[in-house]
Each structure stands twice: as structure tokens, then as C-alpha cells.
């Protein structure tokens, strides 16, 4: 890469690192006027922890990775371990792997959303679906996927240890995964992503470790790779209005394949290659 260009990304990225600090001083004062949000369901933030194939000529028709399921034990109202595809179509899916703390039961779930942002599968109207993930102990080894193939696509989970699968099969006109341009890695990616929906600022939580390996048949570069946070939203869960709007975007990129991008200084912790991607402690 010239070293123009990382002049120019180093930029960013510090820039990025600024807005950082924002967000952690915005959830600060936020609790400061009110400590009880810290611990109490009065405060619902959503926030997303991913690694994005940000290599606008990368392209695959199978996107696989393996993860561990891991039972949370978090007080967050839910964590999910998903992949994301972005499609030639512009359409952005999503397959993933839960824990239901509720009924003590593991669960698969997937969205699609059409090139205009909207929500439209897997029924009419949109909205994530979800079914048990029948036999799914903690500690099994479950490969998270979805593929393209003659105008269907796939969306998986297999458990290694049972050798059980989830899937669901839908009609698309979509005939492969797509990398982004480095500067739109806020909009649909490609890519592992932890999500969480935790009561309070999510740097109170302590995420258990999970790794997401690349298995799929396609590598992309090491210097396309971008790590990213980002806080969506804020809101009251008494009243349902935002009562902060701590959105910010991060993204760091590595430099060598074997290079381990870890970024202590955001609110959670997570590092990434072309091979791995890791959340949590």
C-alpha cells in the first residue's frame, strides 16, 4: 500500500479512536445523572462488535465459520454470534447462533434485508426468525454459514460434534458474497459479527471469548481487513424514547496476516485477521 494511502487510513483511524472517547464520556454522563441505569433494565443499548472484508473486488458464493457455543451468563438481554453476507444484489444476509437464557436452550436465528434496507425475510413483512437448535451443548463446535447456488441461498448451522443442522432455503437473484469499500463499513458487510442487547453501557458486561475461523474457500487479503464497534442505540425501556444517541464508528485495519489487531482501548475487547476474529475476554 503507498504510503499515501496509509497516511490517509492511519488518519482516519485516530479519528475514529477520538469519536471513540465521545461515546465512552456520552454513556458516562448518561449514568452519572442516573447510577440506577447502570445495573437496572431502565436503559436498553444495542451494540455490534464485527470484522469486515472491506475489499471491494473480494467475492465468494460460500461463506463459512466456526464458532464455540457458548451459554451467556451476562446480564445483557441477549448476545448473538452471527455472519453476515453481502450479495452482487446489494441484498445483506444474516445467520446466528444464540443462547435463550430463558428456556436454557440454543437457538439459530437469520434476517435478510433487500437492497433498501428493509427487513423482507424469512416472511412477509421481515423480522429476524428463529427455531431450536435441538441437541446444541455448550462447548460443541458449530460452523455458521450460507451459500449461493443456482438462484437459492442457504443459510446454516451444523454442529461438528452432532453433526446436526439447521437450515433454511430461500429463492434469490443474488450469485455471490461481495467485500465493501473500506469507507462504508457502517453499511452492509461481509463478515463475522458479535451483536449484544445489554441493560446499561455494554462495557459493564465481561462478553465471553469467542472466536469466529474462516472457512471459507476464499481469503481475502490482510489489509482489507476492518475491526469495528459501534453503539446503534440508546433508549429507555419505560418509555421507549432515546435518551442517548451514542453511535460511533471505528475501524482499524491490519497490515500483515498473522497480525492480531487488538484494540484495548475500546469499550470491548476484540482482534482480528483474515483467519480469526475474536470478541470478548
Known sequence: MAASVQSKYLRKSQSLAR???LWATLASSIVASNPALATSQEMLCYTQLGE???EPTFHTSD???RITAVKDETSAKYVVYEVNGKTDKGYWYQVGLTYDKAAKKFLVVWEGFDDSLKSFLPGVGGGFGKMEFKGVKEGDSVVLGMTLKNGKITLFAKDETTNKTAEG???TASK???GTDRDSVKNFFTGPMTEILS???PQNLRLPRQSYQNLSGTMPDARSIAIFQQQMETKSTKTRQEIGKLNY????????PTERKAVKKWPMAEWGTPAEFVTGE
Open 249 to 256: 464508528q471505528l475501524a482499524a485495519f491490519t497490515d500483515q
Open 19 to 21: 469519536k471513540a472517547m
Open 63 to 65: 461463506l463459512k465459520y
Open 176 to 178: 455471490e458474497f461481495v
Open 199 to 201: 441493560y446499561g453501557p
Open 52 to 54: 469486515v472484508i472491506a
Open 169 to 171: 432455503i430461500y429463492k
